[in-house]
């Protein structure tokens, strides 16, 4: 691993670097007529993914960044093979708006099918061109050529290396639409087991993170918040503070307040004396927490009906209806945000963990009153987000600063009770279905509403950076929009993948927010899983058909069936009638999106009837992410993703009152600890060797959610609808 | 100037007795293994050993570490040569953003410098200080495991092999 030392970070590499982001961003439109493959229909220009050093040297860009999901070596595995090289010689320089394409941001588990797919092809054409390169220069036919690590071979013996033929790689060649790719039979590295290039430094102590930067004359900042949303500070006497050691200066405009110090714990002490000076006033009246699910059912409403079939079908012999909820939820990075930027020469760098480093960029330039192009946002890796945190934040609070002491790098990092108060959370939602069974069990009518905010507050503009709320001069967020469909927002997933020819769904979008919020790891998705699938189950019960049978019933896509016969296969569904007392099995599918991956969930939990408590005692999961380029990182972000969910589905709750947001830290905002995790979980992927990358990151986020509340009402016979199943929700419900 | 044995190195610190020992090692020795997570001592991502004990360094003033060995994940191995736990992570792959991993290293070292053969219900209760917020837990679990194993047959039972340094 490179440590973060300034010439890593900023350093370039060989002569054939080129600054390809200041070229015409319409290249695209002169040169291919058609869409390109993945990422590269922004950025067509192959030297904006793939350069080669006269010394051989490859050094592959991609725009979406490391988040712990282990796209680094993913990304590396696809150049490696592509290009015929070993995956150890390949440098990969990620989310960088000096360097890099700009690929939005490394959300909605995209980053394969845009970025993977952009390498891929991209890594395919470089490879191609050398190859005819070396042909005509060893008077041969390309076909007849070979190539093994980084070497162009003849029949006879005669070899050029990569570095020899890069006077045919013009720095403007584009990419083109006739592709060959690789035959997947004859993978050596795709698909195989390739350990992560970060985890070595990682357990190591090497310095990983943006919170490790520590760049010459380096200073660290602390900002004082608000106690809630909306609060000014009335009154602040400062001048004992300004003499505490290390101080630098006390930046205040307007109720934004915050401390510049040498050291990082003279920051700390300076903001909590500054904290006790202030007196703050005012702020946004707090929703009723009791309330929430009236309350966000009862504001104004921008209806889309995303779904309306109609068919002629039996007649219905039976009718349920439910109602799902799902409190407010926390990203909960163990890492709070962080940032550090510099201001030189007119020109702000800043090192962030932001999802996405150019429309962070734009919205600072906002904030800044800076031009784009004086401002460079890298992708430093930070601890996991799973989605919009503080980040983005953090580095505008860094920005800001660095912008008051010119010349010094400025290193924030918010304190844990900051990042869990004023991170934008998920929001909270309500789900109502109403569906008919025929009298053989079939499903002839489904009737689906989901209700939810926004799932996207980031930085669209300067205003929907948190910092920019309490100068002087506050910047308006831009208005919240629904993401709309195929992909969707809190209606993400709101469509069932099952068959149903007689159905309507509505997307009840709430433009107004009663708490910050905004992306968080599978959107609605989350919620409109666990509605569905509980839904699926209490419709099984009422036909009197097993679950696993009633929804293979219902589903024709031929690999969302081999996934959730799998699940099925390797948990022993059929065997499963045996389990000990108080426990019970739960089966739950989806597919991401109805577009991305495809995820079943087999698991078996414990409730434990005196106390209510739930624990995840086992899960098989099975997924299809399409061609799987490394196997393990699959099982890692689904394995991880299930338990994360586990974690959310049992005990989380954003909690809050009129003083503001009181899940101020972990005691107050509990998540599973290791006495809860499960004993196994296992992961079976289901590799499609050629087929398109559908990501992998959000997959078992939703079924997980539901398999726990179809197991504990397997174990207990408690159906349970809203969120999270605490042991004091599955205490009262089973009534002791 | 306050005396810190760290990793068997004495370094002579000049800061506030009421530093946290998190901030002296970060910011004074240039080592970034033990994380800032909570200020708290509810997340132990900033876990350090000390005489033996896992301890919150973010809540441990450097005031009474006098003559105290302090022991980090810089001082398990190297990214050359890994300890025993940092190699069974590797193994194991068992780290998502890895944010907490160095916490969960030396929280872990704790157990099996006394425990030579944990049991599961051990190594849980062991690691429950700990929040890891990936999902990790089953292959940290694993990793554990296979290190404790790793540790026993290294013939000095229930002790690491040092890294010289």
């Known amino acids: 691993m490179n440590a973060l030392s300034r010439r890593g970070l900023l350093g370039t590499g060989g002569a054939l670097v080129v600054a390809f982001s200041t070229r015409p961003v319409f290249a695209q439109a002169e040169h291919a007529p058609t869409k390109l493959p993945g990422s590269l229909s922004v950025q067509p220009h192959l030297s904006g993914w793939v350069q080669v050093a006269p010394d051989g040297a490859v050094t592959v860009f991609t725009g979406k960044a490391e988040l712990g999901q282990g796209i680094r070596t993913a990304l590396i595995q696809i150049a490696a093979e592509q290009l015929y090289l070993a995956p150890g010689v390949i440098s990969l320089v990620t989310a960088d708006t000096g360097r890099t394409a700009d690929e939005g941001y490394t959300a909605g588990s995209h980053s394969m099918q845009d970025s993977g797919t952009a390498i891929m092809h ?491 408590r739930v624990r995840v005692v086992r899960a098989q999961c099975a997924v299809d992410s399409g061609q799987a380029v490394s196997v393990d990182g699959i099982r890692n972000q689904i394995q991880g993703g299930l338990v994360q969910s586990s974690s959310w589905t049992l005990y989380e709750a954003v909690t809050y009152d009129a003083t503001g947001i009181t899940s101020r830290d972990w005691s107050s905002y509990p998540i599973l600890r290791f006495p809860a995790a499960p004993d196994s979980v296992e992961v079976h992927v289901i590799n499609r060797p050629g087929m398109p990358f559908l990501g992998t990151g959000e997959a078992t986020q939703g079924p997980t959610s539901a398999a726990i509340a179809n197991a504990v009402m397997d174990a207990a016979k408690v159906r349970i609808r809203e969120l999270p199943l605490s042991q004091e929700r599955v205490k009262a419900a089973i009534g002791v | 100037m306050i005396s810190l044995i760290v990793n068997g190195t004495t370094h002579q610190v000049d800061v506030d007795p009421a530093t946290p020992l998190l901030y002296v090692l970060r910011d004074t020795l240039g080592m970034h293994g033990a994380k800032y997570g909570c200020g708290l001592g509810q997340c132990g991502a900033c876990t350090v050993m000390l005489d033996k004990q896992a301890v919150f360094s973010c809540l441990t003033p450097v005031a009474v570490l006098e003559g105290r060995q302090i022991k980090t994940i810089e001082g398990l191995g190297t990214i050359e040569h890994p300890g025993p736990l940092q190699q069974a992570f590797i193994d194991e792959q068992a780290a998502q953003c890895g944010y907490c991993i160095a916490g969960m290293i030396m929280r872990a070292q704790a157990l099996l410098e006394r425990t030579s053969s944990p049991t599961e219900a051990q190594i849980r209760a062991q690691m429950q200080p700990n929040l890891c917020r990936c999902g990790t837990h089953i292959r940290i679990l694993a990793a554990i495991r296979l290190a404790a194993d790793t540790m026993r047959q290294a013939a000095i039972p229930g002790r690491v092999q040092e890294v010289s340094r």
């Open chain 1, 122 to 612: 991209a890594a395919a054409q470089v490879r191609a061109i050398l190859l005819q390169e070396a042909a005509s220069r060893l008077g041969v036919d390309a076909g007849a050529l070979s190539t093994t690590n980084g070497r162009v071979q003849a029949a006879d013996g005669r070899s050029l290396g990569y570095g020899e033929l890069v006077g045919s790689l013009s720095p403007d060649q584009v990419a083109s639409q006739t592709i060959a790719l690789k035959d997947p039979a004859t993978y050596t590295v795709m698909g195989k087991k390739m350990p992560r290039v970060d985890i070595p430094g990682k357990v190591t102590g090497a310095a990983a993170y943006v919170q490790d930067m520590r760049l010459p004359g380096m200073v660290h900042a602390r900002a004082v918040r608000p106690p809630r949303y909306g609060a000014t500070l009335a009154k602040l006497d400062s001048s004992k503070i300004e003499t505490m050691p290390g101080v630098i200066k006390i930046v205040r405009d307007g109720s934004y307040l915050a401390v510049i110090a040498e050291g990082e714990w003279q920051a700390i002490t300076a903001m909590r004396a500054l904290q006790d000076a202030a007196v703050w006033t005012g702020g946004q009246p707090m929703p009723d927490q009791a309330k929430i699910f009236e309350t966000i059912q009862s504001l104004p409403v921008q209806d889309s009906v995303i779904l309306d079939r109609k068919a002629e079908m039996a007649p219905a012999v039976h009718t349920l209806k439910a109602r799902y909820l799902r409190p407010y939820g926390m990203h909960g990075s163990i890492g709070p945000s962080c940032a550090v930027a510099q201001l030189q020469d007119g020109v702000m760098t800043v090192w962030t963990h932001t999802q996405g480093v150019y429309p962070d960029r734009a919205a600072l330039a906002e904030l800044l009153q800076m031009p784009p192009q004086a401002i460079r946002c890298i992708h430093t890796e930070g601890s996991g987000c799973y989605g919009h945190n503080g980040a983005d934040d953090a580095a505008a609070d860094a920005a800001l600063l660095a912008q008051a002491l010119p010349g010094r790098p400025v290193r924030v990092q918010w304190m844990r009770e900051q990042e869990n108060t004023w991170e934008p959370f998920t929001p909270a939602i309500v789900a109502e279905v109403q569906a008919s069974l025929s009298a053989d069990g079939t499903i002839v009518d489904w009737q689906y509403g989901v209700w939810s905010n926004t799932h996207n507050m980031r930085p669209g503009n300067g205003g929907r950076l948190m910092p920019s709320w309490a100068r002087a001069n506050p910047l308006k967020p831009s208005p919240p929009m629904p993401i709309p469909q195929p992909e969707g927002g809190g209606d993400r997933n709101g469509i069932p993948l099952y068959d149903l020819p007689t159905a309507h769904v509505v997307s009840h979008f709430v433009p107004d927010m009663p708490l910050r919020v905004s992306a968080m790891r599978g959107l609605g998705a989350y919620t409109n899983v666990f509605a569905i699938e509980s839904f699926m189950d209490e419709l099984a019960a009422a036909a009197g058909i097993d679950p696993v049978v009633f929804r293979l019933k219902h589903l024709t896509d031929a690999r969302a069936r081999d996934v959730v016969q799998r699940a099925a296969q390797e948990f022993g569904w059929d065997k499963a009638a045996s389990l000990p007392a108080g426990h019970g099995r739960g089966f739950a599918f989806a597919r991401y999106k109805n577009l991305g991956a495809y995820a079943a969930v087999a698991l078996e939990v414990a409730v434990e009837h005196e106390t209510g």
